[in-house]
């Protein structure tokens, strides 16, 4: 396997503007397929463990994501806020982003854009892009209307 030559892809965006129908549409289409390797125990995913798992990874047990049911919930959540990237494949944004209950910003990104499917992480506190979600989340939660085009 070839080494990764950078740990953050620079080109990930917000998207300024997205619709209330676009998020309203997108939240019902994407789905949580997950990662086993971002889990310490995948089985509560519906995910076999990984044969050779990489100990670099984030793991979503870390910010209480425990169960695919959370993950689905964070993935849905994200769609409705409008936390998509300006890259697209398809007709889905290539990541979703997503803030848990406890703070931790989240990433997800698109594993199968025929079955709508997603995978995700939590976002490392050395990612560039964390104080952005962060801050638009925020901005989202501050304005009181989970619906409100960012």
């Known amino acids: 396997m ?3 030559r950078s740990r953050f892809n620079p080109k990930r965006k ?5 619709s209330a129908k676009e998020r309203s549409a997108l939240a019902r289409t994407v789905k ?3 990662n086993p390797e971002h889990k310490r125990n995948p089985g509560n995913f519906g995910l076999t463990p990984p044969a050779d798992p990489r100990p670099h990874k984030t793991l979503c047990d870390d910010c209480g994501i425990f169960d695919q049911k959370i993950a689905e919930s964070l993935l849905s959540e994200g769609a409705k806020k409008g936390m998509v990237s300006v890259q ?10 997503a803030v848990t209950n406890d703070g931790y910003p989240v990433e997800a990104q698109l594993e199968n854009r025929d079955q709508g499917t997603y995978h995700g992480y939590p976002m490392p506190e050395t990612d560039p892009m964390r104080d952005e979600v962060l801050t638009r989340w925020a901005q989202s939660v501050a304005d009181g209307d989970p619906d409100h085009a960012i």
């Open 88 to 97: 697209m494949k398809g007709e889905l944004p290539q990541n979703i982003w």
């Open 2 to 4: 070839k080494p990764r």
């Open 32 to 34: 949580y397929g997950g």
């Open 14 to 18: 917000l998207k300024e503007t997205v």
